[in-house]
């Protein structure tokens, strides 16, 4: 779909902390350089909504994907709870409009390729919001890690966590089952696993477990496989402050990413133990806020055909299908400060494979 | 498992430990109940009634509490929050027509160092050099003010350094071992008083139902007597540290410094009141005034020299804490609450190192699982 038109209309689906904190800064400053338009709020609870229209006062305020007029918009985002996620992208893509819709792109795989099959027969194009790839520090190490600078990947450690959970989540429903689907592998795992495929290709679930006793995991640990047989783990937390490193060890050196950080890296190199910390002259997005612009204005440029998308559906789909892989392989992590009836008992809340004694 | 409980501060360290072991140790219908949205993280591994309500909002209180016959009052804070948590707690507990409220206080209400002889009969005072000890003693009366008028039954608890998973006097210690700044005073030969958090759950529970202790205060602790060296030793030979290499520092004398003062001032209710009315950036700008500045590098062409790790200093608090000499007796607590403490100190370091690993504390083990 090509929009010609100066402005972008755009509405907002899910009016909750995202939609807050990101996209509200960036659609205004968006607007004020005439590039979109915010034409509608949509959110079930109108205080959501309400809160965000005092920046787009022109844009109606809505409560059901129904109320949403056809061909008022040009571009959806969706920033709604994941279980909502692929419904609401599939009735809008069948209604005609691109959409972008937030990380995770759908919590099942097989909702995922329901999208997909929605974008490919609509008129529209389907951006998945994974705004760590447009980090310059991400970017770079793709092109590190593409150039075998490193030589052979031998392995690889992923951790991110923080003692205190915070961010401010607007509804209950973000640590419920039934809205969220997950804890923080949906959430910060989603991100990971995306970089992992994206940096050092196809890789395989070998173990997972997490936390999870009737609800959603607030902690989880992954052990994965790449194609070229390198194995690695990645560790999420909302409950312990972990390293916060993103880590690839390879024959002739290393690489080392603090987590969120957006232009700058560590390397080393494996007869040396000095530490270049790579950093970037004059980059446009030399900040988060600067990377979540670059997000939208590459989907507002593949809009208007003068960009190809940089996320599109294609590539977002392969972090679902490690996330389902995940769940389907779940067990209880060790937790060795619960005494065996309580362990037993988590483990049966866990619902995952059963652990042996020695997995305590 | 048909006793309903709240539990206030459910998102805490000891809060946690109270949602799983009252959770799938099948003791009690907890409800918890957290001060925000974002307290929930922990909690949401679980599938429970979960409520969100700040203490000090006794109208959201009075809706989380309703229908449960007990409330525990586990929540943490700084003297401010402590001060004004207890009488919307107790309000809404009465108003929800609550039986009982076990209110979590502290051993410190006898100071971090008390006299030998001490125990729940001893005189408290609010003159005491750490404003928590006083803001906590303040508390008790308070709420045993609200008892004398009010129908909810009031235990209270004076634990004594609550150890185990996600304790701070343990994370605080390892982190600090990491990051070469730990330090003893007087080779950790002072008596810490611990109690492993899964022994004050217990005597949580019992509290809960226990007749014959309305208006009761209870000093619990492990039963063995264990030293701060006994405490950190575990920790820093799991990771790797030989704890006799650690340097001793110096005591702090027992009164506070500008700093202190000023921050104790700040968290009354005047020095509040006053402080709304200086506009933050001055309020910044006081701060950064009383913090010490390092001094600046004298010259660029001196010989690099190996990295200079200074001495730490110790807190007040600490340095409180490691002159204690007494073991505070729990006497009172076995013979009323029927209370014993249900893990061995040994056992409780063990599982406590365990979760340090969970935690991704890198503990010799682990280091040697990942080669």
């Not at chain 1, 990377?291 to 392969?318: C, D, H, K, M, Y």
């Not at chain 2, 030998?116 to 750490?130: A, H």
């Not at chain 2, 950190?232 to 700093?259: M, T, W």
């Not at chain 2, 209710?269 to 309020?283: E, F, W, Y």
Request: charged letters at 20%; one cysteine or more; a positive charge.
């Amino acid at each position: 779909m090509r929009v010609q038109d100066a402005r972008i209309k755009v509405a907002l689906i899910g009016c909750g902390a995202v939609a807050r904190l990101y996209y509200m800064p960036a659609l205004r400053v968006l607007e004020a350089a005439g590039l979109v338009e915010v034409v509608a709020l949509l959110d079930p609870e109108a205080s959501h909504a309400a809160l965000l229209r005092e920046a787009f006062p022109q844009a109606r305020t809505l409560r059901q994907l129904s109320e949403l007029p056809r061909g008022a918009f040009d571009l959806a985002i969706v920033a709604s709870p994941h279980s909502l996620h692929a419904m609401q992208t599939i009735y809008l893509l069948e209604a005609g409009a691109s959409v972008l819709c937030e990380k995770p792109m759908a919590t099942l795989a097989e909702d995922a390729r329901a999208m997909m099959r929605a974008a490919a027969v609509g008129r529209g194009l389907l951006a998945i919001g994974l705004v760590r790839r447009f980090f310059p520090a991400t970017r770079m190490i793709r092109h590190v890690l593409e150039a075998r600078a490193l030589g052979e990947i031998t392995s690889f450690e992923f951790s991110e966590g923080s003692a205190t959970f915070d961010w401010p989540a607007a509804s209950r429903d973000y640590f419920s089952k039934r809205e969220a689907q997950g804890g923080v592998l949906m959430d910060i795992g989603a991100h990971a696993l995306d970089l992992l495929q994206w940096w050092l290709g196809k890789s395989e679930i070998v173990d997972y477990a997490d936390d999870a006793m009737g609800g959603i995991e607030a902690n989880c640990l992954i052990r994965c496989r790449l194609d070229c047989g390198a194995t690695g783990a990645l560790r999420f937390s909302r409950d312990c402050a972990l390293a916060n490193r993103y880590t690839v060890h390879g024959t002739r050196g290393w690489l080392s990413w603090q987590a969120g950080q957006v232009d700058r890296f560590d390397l080393g190199f494996a007869d040396s133990s000095q530490v270049i910390q790579a950093g970037f002259r004059k980059q446009a997005a030399s900040n988060f806020e600067q990377s979540f612009l670059s997000q939208l204005r590459n989907v507002i440029a593949a809009l208007r055909g003068t960009e190809e998308l940089l996320v599109p559906a294609a590539e977002g789909i392969a972090g679902v299908e490690l996330i389902e892989n995940c769940y389907r392989q779940r067990s209880l992590m060790a937790l060795p400060w619960l005494d065996d009836r309580e362990f037993a008992r988590g483990r049966e809340l866990n619902g995952g494979k059963s652990a042996g004694a020695a997995d305590r | 498992m048909t006793h309903r409980v709240a539990l206030l501060g459910a998102g805490g360290f000891i809060g946690s430990r109270i949602v799983e072991i009252f959770h799938l140790g099948g003791l009690a219908d907890v409800r918890p109940v957290a001060r925000s949205i974002r307290a929930l993280a922990r909690l949401s591994r679980f599938d429970l009634d979960w409520r969100v309500a700040d203490a000090r909002d006794e109208e959201a209180l009075c809706t989380a509490l309703a229908g449960c016959e007990t409330v525990i009052h586990a929540i943490s804070g700084d003297p401010a929050t402590i001060r004004d948590s207890v009488t919307p707690v107790y309000r809404a507990a009465r108003e929800a027509g609550v039986r009982r409220l076990v209110y979590l206080s502290s051993a410190s209400v006898h100071g971090q160092a008390p006299l030998p002889g001490t125990d729940e009969e001893s005189p408290l005072s609010r003159r005491q050099p750490i404003e928590y000890n006083n803001a906590k003693v303040w508390a008790e009366r308070r709420l045993l003010s609200l008892r004398a008028h009010g129908p909810v039954e009031l235990v209270i608890l004076r634990p004594g350094i609550v150890t185990g998973p996600r304790s701070i006097w343990q994370t605080r210690f390892a982190a600090e071992l990491l990051a070469g700044t730990a330090y003893w005073l007087d080779d950790g030969r002072g008596i810490c008083n611990s109690l492993y958090v899964d022994n004050l759950v217990h005597a949580i529970h019992l509290a809960l139902t226990a007749p014959g202790i309305d208006g009761k205060a209870f000093l619990l602790g492990d039963a063995e007597t264990v030293t701060w060296a006994d405490l950190y030793r575990p920790i820093a030979q799991a990771l790797g540290f030989d704890s006799i290499q650690l340097p001793n520092v110096d005591h702090v004398p027992p009164r506070r410094n500008v700093r202190e003062l000023a921050s104790a001032f700040e968290s009354s209710r005047p020095g509040r009141a006053i402080a709304s009315l200086i506009p933050k950036r001055v309020r910044r700008g006081i701060r950064a005034a009383m913090t010490p500045v390092p001094p600046a590098d004298a010259t660029p062409w001196a010989i690099p020299a190996a990295p200079a790790s200074p001495l730490p200093s110790a807190t007040l608090e600490m340095s409180l804490l490691y002159r204690c000499a007494w073991k505070l007796p729990d006497a009172r607590a076995r013979q009323l609450l029927g209370y014993r403490s249900v893990v061995s100190f040994a056992e409780g370091s063990r599982r406590t190192i365990g979760w340090l690993e969970f935690a991704g504390f890198p503990t010799i083990q682990e280091k040697n699982r990942s080669r």
